[in-house]
């Protein structure tokens, strides 16, 4: 005769309350079978949350540099009185002025993929507002810089490019000098000394998350404590290096600066014991697309070497490249730490095979005495399946729990960013569950098995 689907559901249900008051007469036995779950669970929640908290510092880190950027950064070469450089090189008839913004000017002329280029003159400075004195960067710069940078404008305005071109005393603040000097008033249209250039603020730079790491790997720095000006700016009013004349050189550090004014870079010029004076601390270049990175910044450093009489005074680096090989390192990574807390878990579930295998020898008799009142082996699979399956979804749901925890944990004590998803909370539950199943087959099978007669008698 044919069972109704309401008599299949309350004889199943009926093997499931079994399995759950077993379970419950052997809490303690049923905690230690569960602990190689809970504790790959745990491990693979936590160890998925340090790859992605990895993967996502990248993708800010990428942010931070600009999408595209190539950055060319001045490199010290010291240079004797016989006019050799530092790597041993004859500078006696060829020199370099350093990186110059004629350098930049060449690169965004010449070049077809560039897209925007931005030179970056950066001093140390004190800006003074009523008598307050705070220490800060001051960084002159194009009007591109903010976008090449993803650096949004809070309040206000950044400057034009005719403010650039004339050299307009104008800036833009970091959030922490508004929060100084402006922390009740609106700064727009306020004004701030540095030195003895009074700058007017017509902006203030939106406040972003900033990780350390990016600024040792990448050289970049937060903008908080930044005061920006234009290029132009930078370069009559406080500093500029490339104006430097050879007549003053000996007055300057103790010894003449090696340095060249006008003509051709393939002129002579007189050398003196000293250093290359650079008058840019670096130049950011934007190219067109991801793809012509790597070919624009080989003819860049082709380019500028030409400009520099092929002294190698200068380095070219391609951060977004740099951090993608970072990324692709970490994704790798994180898979062999995943296979590693994965195999916890399958180490979880053959703890559970045997636990279950001993339970059913444990419980021969009651196998026998049900078997004996009617219940067929499609029963005692169900019940012996039940309950290895709920003791590892139990200890799946405990090992999230404690994944989590560990995870923020990991956060708190190694400074290390962690992110938790739900999509490593849904795998690790589910090869939780899996592992229950697959592994509690095979006792349940074995119970099923047991002949009647002799689950009686034993």
């Not at 993708?59 to 009185?81: R, S």
């Not at 400057?159 to 833009?172: D, H, L, M, N, R």
Request: charged letters at 20%; proline letters at 3%.
């Amino acid at each position: 005769m044919k069972k109704s689907p309401k008599q299949i559901y309350l004889r199943y249900s009926h093997n499931v309350i079994i399995a759950i008051e077993a379970i419950l007469s052997n809490k303690v036995k049923s905690l230690l079978t569960a602990l190689g779950i809970m504790f790959g669970v745990a491990a693979v929640i936590s160890m998925l949350a340090i790859g992605k908290g990895a993967q996502q510092e990248v993708l800010e880190q990428i942010k931070l540099v600009g999408v595209n950027n190539i950055i060319i950064t001045p490199v010290e070469q010291e240079i004797d009185a016989d006019g050799n450089t530092s790597n041993g090189e004859s500078n006696k008839r060829k020199f370099s002025r350093g990186l110059h913004s004629m350098d930049a000017l060449a690169i965004a002329q010449t070049i077809p993929s560039v897209k925007k280029v931005s030179p970056v003159v950066s001093i140390n400075y004190h800006a003074i507002k009523e008598g307050k004195s705070y220490p800060v960067t001051l960084e002159g710069t194009s009007e591109d810089y903010f976008e090449m940078l993803n650096i949004g404008i809070d309040k206000g305005r950044k400057f034009s490019q005719q403010q650039t071109e004339k050299g307009v005393p104008v800036c833009i603040i970091g959030n922490n000098i508004k929060e100084k000097f402006f922390n009740q008033i609106n700064p727009i249209g306020q004004y701030i000394k540095c030195g003895q250039v009074w700058l007017q603020v017509i902006g203030t730079i939106e406040k972003r998350d900033f990780t350390s790491s990016a600024s040792d790997e990448m050289g970049i720095s937060s903008s908080d404590n930044k005061i920006i000006i234009p290029i132009k700016t930078m370069l009559m009013r406080f500093q500029d290096k490339g104006a430097i004349k050879p007549e003053v050189m000996d007055n300057m550090a103790g010894g003449g600066f090696v340095f060249f004014m006008g003509g051709s870079d393939e002129e002579e010029a007189p050398q003196a014991k000293g250093k290359t004076m650079h008058q840019l601390d670096k130049i950011i270049v934007q190219v067109d697309e991801t793809e012509q990175l790597s070919a624009t910044a080989d003819v860049i450093k082709r380019l500028i070497l030409r400009r520099h009489s092929n002294m190698y005074d200068f380095e070219v680096t391609v951060p977004e490249l740099l951090l993608k090989q970072q990324q692709k390192t970490n994704e790798i990574f994180n898979i062999v730490l995943g296979a590693i807390a994965g195999i916890s878990l399958i180490v979880g579930g053959i703890g559970i095979m045997n636990i279950m295998l001993a339970s059913v020898w444990e419980r021969i008799r009651e196998i026998g005495t049900r078997q004996a009142i009617g219940a067929s082996r499609k029963d005692i699979i169900v019940q012996f399946l039940a309950e290895s399956t709920l003791i590892s979804i139990s200890g799946g749901l405990i090992g999230i729990i404690l994944g989590v925890l560990l995870a923020h944990l990991i956060q708190i004590t190694a400074d290390i960013k962690t992110i938790v998803s739900v999509f490593s909370i849904v795998v690790a539950f589910g090869v939780s569950a899996t592992v229950g199943i697959i592994f509690g087959y095979i006792p349940a099978k074995s119970a099923a098995n047991q002949d009647p007669v002799e689950s009686l008698r034993h």
